[in-house]
């Protein structure tokens, strides 16, 4: 710095020469590994750093060439590069493997300039390395703690997926990818957020890292061509720190949520097999007791007719022969004795409490209990429920047993011997606040005679030459009446019958 600008602020553009001894010094203290070269790489100058890496003194590498550092290790083809980058006058970057004068291996990020002159003329090699061992030491040590990680998370039995504040994918394994292509969809992470939690994004961001969301939560997909399938999830919030630069003297840290997705499909399937087969216990004993009850108050139904008519006849008989009259007066009341001991032993319906329920449920049960008579009977089932369905207020139990007699009767109007187009339909819909259920199938049909009586206490067409036995169709009617709907029977056009149940959504009679 000349005196004339000592003492003075320097103005932008205005160059100042530093005298050589600075860039010297500058070269000299400057803490990293600093060497200068001939063209030939034979060592000019080395500055401390240099000395305090390799331990050589500066007087023992100057004149000799750079190659004494080299373990002669490192790939020629890494040289050849390197000699080529220099041939053109291109600066280089690499890293070797280098030892030091006590004969310990160390590796070096280095970087080779050329000097060109005025002339254009290569004069020397600037070189400056750092040991990068200790640095080489950790990236390994992080790689293969990243590689154990993920060889963990790849070998758990369930999916796990990490994602950001947005929804990003961050992190997942080998069962989620899987889960991708099984459930056909693009992110299954979201899918099953927005079944499960729809507010996940609102309650991540309010939600303290270290804190479940929500823990065990079975969702249900169905999926194109496939069974369902039910998946137990469990997301919990962590803290993640981001990697911006702008962040790196300030702590900036998000949120990012963990889902472990577990498979529980074949615990939900044996469970609705055990369901299955306890409820089709129950429809089996109630559809039994209900026979019980039918069968016996038929008999007292018709036996009462012919105890009045005789009970007519006493009062007529008792004008010419009082003696007769009286004795089969006393048959009579104790035949009226019998028959009440007979009327308290039929047993009653149970009783049964509305509740919630959801049609399509109740129809998925019906068929799952008739699916052996429906494999027996070589019936072919289309099932066409409506995707969504409003739930109604209903007795369980005596809508299943209502729809299976149904189904029942469908049955036994298609089993009959050469009989070849075996169909069962049924169809779940809404119309004008009702609900609709179609049962139709490919029988012989209804004649308007068997029409008319079908839904009478004790009728029964099985006589009919396979049509359908009106069997449990008085109790089917019964059932609908009791939940305000109605039922009809109706041939199809096609051939067969349509059994249609109508029940309003808000309870009220139809």
Wanted: glycine share 6%; charged share 25%; proline share 5%.
């Amino acid at each position: 710095m000349t005196a004339a600008t000592q003492g003075k602020a320097l103005q932008p553009g205005v160059e100042v020469e530093l005298p050589p001894e600075v860039y010297r010094q500058a070269v000299d203290q400057a803490d990293i590994a600093i060497s200068i070269t001939d063209p030939k790489a034979n060592i000019l100058f080395a500055n401390e750093a240099f000395v305090r890496i390799t331990g050589y003194e500066a007087a023992e590498v100057v004149g000799r060439n750079e190659s004494l550092l080299s373990n002669h290790t490192t790939p020629p083809a890494l040289y050849r590069d390197m000699w080529a980058h220099l041939g053109e006058r291109r600066a280089w970057t690499g890293r070797v493997l280098n030892k030091r004068k006590n004969g310990e291996l160390y590796l070096a990020d280095l970087a080779i300039s050329p000097v060109v002159n005025s002339a254009g003329k290569v004069t020397h090699f600037l070189g400056i390395h750092r040991d990068v061992t200790e640095l080489h030491r950790l990236e390994r040590i992080v790689r293969n703690q990243k590689k154990l990680i993920e060889s963990a998370v790849d070998a758990a039995p369930v999916a796990l997926v990490l994602l950001d504040q947005n929804g990003r994918v961050m992190l997942d394994n080998q069962a989620y990818k899987k889960l991708v292509s099984d459930l056909g969809v693009s992110e299954p992470a979201e899918h099953l957020l927005d079944a499960t939690r729809p507010d996940w994004r609102t309650a991540l961001a309010a939600t303290e890292p270290g804190t479940a969301l929500f823990i065990n939560s079975e969702t249900r997909v169905d999926r194109h061509g496939g069974g369902a399938r039910w998946l137990s999830i469990t997301a919990s919030v962590i803290e993640m720190q981001s990697d911006c630069a702008d962040t790196y003297f300030c702590v900036s840290s998000m949120s990012g949520l963990l889902l472990v997705i577990a498979d529980v499909t074949r615990v939900h399937e044996e469970r609705e097999r055990a369901r299955a087969a306890a409820l089709k216990v129950t429809l089996i004993d109630e559809e039994r007791t209900a026979a019980i009850r039918e069968g016996l108050s038929a008999a007292v139904f018709r036996m009462d007719e012919p105890l009045n008519m005789m009970r007519s006849a006493v009062a007529v008989l008792r004008r010419r022969d009082p003696a007769a009259a009286s004795v089969l007066d006393e048959a009579l009341t104790a035949s009226r004795e019998h028959l009440d001991q007979l009327r308290q032993v039929i047993p009653p319906a149970l009783p049964e409490i509305m509740v919630s329920v959801n049609l399509n449920e109740i129809l998925r049960d019906v068929l799952e209990v008739s699916t052996s008579r429906l494999l027996a009977a070589g019936i072919t089932v289309d099932w066409r429920p409506a995707a969504t369905l409003p739930a109604i207020a209903g007795r369980p139990l005596q809508l299943r047993t209502m729809f299976k007699a149904l189904v029942d009767n469908a049955i036994e109007a298609m089993n009959i011997k050469g009989w070849v187009r075996r169909e069962l339909s049924i169809t779940s819909g809404t119309a004008d606040e009702r609900i609709v259920v179609c049962v139709l199938d490919t029988g012989p049909g209804v004649t308007d005679e068997v029409r008319q009586h079908a839904f009478e206490p004790f009728f029964s067409a099985k006589a009919g030459g396979g049509r359908h036995l009106g069997t449990g169709l008085s109790r089917a009617l019964h059932v609908v009446a009791d939940h305000g709907g109605i039922i009809d029977l109706n041939p199809r056009p096609q051939g067969g019958c349509a059994a249609i149940v109508e029940l309003r959504i808000d309870g009220d009679p139809i």
